[in-house]
């Protein structure tokens, strides 16, 4: 081999050094520096496999360029570079920590199972002030207030837009961000929710469970005049499956916990889900009924939450039973259901914690296939970056991680489009410019 690159070669021009080098000691020669910066992220190799998983790649930082920077500001740090290093730790707020939706999918390509979401979530809790805090263990303490909160902003926006013609609360949003940058930006996806259902109960079914509802459903309802929400829905469907629906009373009052933890807010998170798993535990009277979610990442938030429970209440999640509507759907109502119609072709979008969680996403696409006779499933269906809140404050992430998903979906056409939690939901019908509803909606149009 040697022979054969000196002779087409002779000076040594193409790749020099690499392959095959006459210098015994290269392999321990320019070694890259990988200093020990974060626990979270240390075993990083700089591999570059997670980076077409993240919704932020085509606007700021991808996963490995965020460990890579948190490197490059240590070895600023201590060259004493102080100038380079305070505007880089500055650009970091943005193209590092606010960019992030800490969905995490970037674990899911990563050899070394690396979750940079988790160093994300590190940083921003070591950035909140005590102030900032308490007001979240606050918020956290009087869940409901921000739940009333929200429910009397949506429906001021919709009267708003109402009266004042439907772009007004996007200009008027866009506007004020001018001067307060952290402002949400509206969507006309927005809408408030209808009121929480009353339980659901007939003496000759045989199954029940405990929905229940999380915060994002019980605030956010449909755009569409008359389009029922995804509450009713899921009750309409348990009544055609035959299956007695609990709702928790004070529901208001609980969530999985997610709203805190993805802003590393530690102590209002610990509380939230704390009091929702000891809430739980009382509606299902031990355990004894299943609980069903209806927004795939409040599932697996509440799923994942053990290492944070009291004891008592770990002891309490280990007898509880705590699923997806996917898994309910699949597992308790489609064999119950007669369909009356097939849709013709619809399009799916498989959220981040579905596809983290095993097994979610075949159930998702077995439900759709029982109930479709074509179902698409985009080959860019990615993270839409929306993360909860994160698409309002910064709507250039969701634009840019959604479009080549958009793309795909745009140049076909479909009867139906769904998806499994509700900011994704309006992610990418604002991308797509169609609706997408909950994959509880194609179940109950076709049951
Ligand atoms: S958590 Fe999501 S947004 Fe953050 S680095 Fe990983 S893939 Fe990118
Ligand atoms: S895939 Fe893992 S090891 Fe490779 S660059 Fe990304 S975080 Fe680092």
């Not at 001018?178 to 006309?188: A, D, E």
């Amino acid at each position: 081999m040697k022979t054969v690159k000196e002779t087409i070669d002779p000076n040594n021009l193409v790749n020099p050094g690499v392959i095959i080098n006459a210098d015994k000691q290269a392999h321990i020669k320019n070694l890259k520096e990988l200093p020990q910066v974060e626990e979270e992220v240390d075993r990083c190799i700089e591999c570059g496999f997670c980076e077409h998983k993240c919704p932020s790649r085509d606007i700021t930082l991808t996963p490995r360029k965020r460990i890579v920077v948190r490197r490059e500001l240590l070895r600023l740090k201590n060259k004493g570079y102080h100038p380079q290093y305070k505007e880089l730790l500055d650009q970091y707020q943005y193209q590092g920590l606010d960019t992030c939706a800490v969905d995490g999918l970037c674990a899911t390509a990563c050899p070394v199972d690396i979750n940079t979401g988790d160093l994300v979530k590190r940083l921003r809790r070591e950035n909140h002030s005590n102030f900032e805090i308490d007001v979240a263990l606050f918020t956290a303490r009087r869940f409901v207030l921000i739940y009333k909160l929200v429910c009397w902003a949506l429906k001021t926006g919709v009267l708003v837009n109402r009266l004042l013609g439907a772009q007004s609360m996007f200009k008027l949003t866009k506007a004020l961000r001018k001067f307060i940058p952290s402002f949400p930006l509206w969507s006309n996806q927005l809408a408030a929710a209808e009121p929480i259902p009353g339980n659901l109960y007939n003496s000759t079914y045989t199954r029940s469970v405990v929905y229940f509802p999380a915060c994002i459903s019980r605030v956010m309802g449909e755009p569409q005049p008359g389009q029922k929400g995804v509450m009713q829905t899921f009750m309409d469907v348990s009544a055609k499956a035959r299956i007695n629906v609990i709702i928790p009373q004070d529901i208001q009052k609980n969530c999985c916990g997610q709203i805190y933890s993805s802003k590393g807010f530690k102590d209002a998170y610990h509380f939230t889900t704390n009091a929702t798993i000891a809430k739980l535990w009382e509606v299902t009277a031990g355990g004894k009924l299943p609980v069903v979610l209806d927004v795939t990442s409040c599932t697996q938030t509440l799923t994942h939450c053990r290492s944070i429970l009291t004891e008592e209440n770990k002891a309490r999640f280990d007898q509880l039973s705590i699923i997806d509507s996917i898994t309910y759907i699949h597992d308790y109502v489609m064999p119950k259901l007669r369909i009356r119609h097939k849709k013709t072709n619809v399009v799916l979008h498989p959220v981040c914690s579905l596809q983290k969680m095993p097994g979610l996403e075949t159930q998702f696409t077995k439900i759709a296939r029982h109930f479709a006779e074509k179902v698409d499933v985009p080959v860019f269906a990615g993270c839409c970056g929306m993360a909860g809140d994160r698409g309002f404050l910064h709507p250039e992430l969701t634009h840019s991680a959604t479009w080549p998903e958009a793309k795909e979906v745009t140049a076909d056409n479909f009867d139906g489009y769904y998806s499994s939690s509700k900011t994704c939901e309006i992610a990418l019908s604002d991308a797509v410019g169609k609706n997408y509803h909950s994959i509880l909606m194609l179940v109950d149009e076709c049951s």
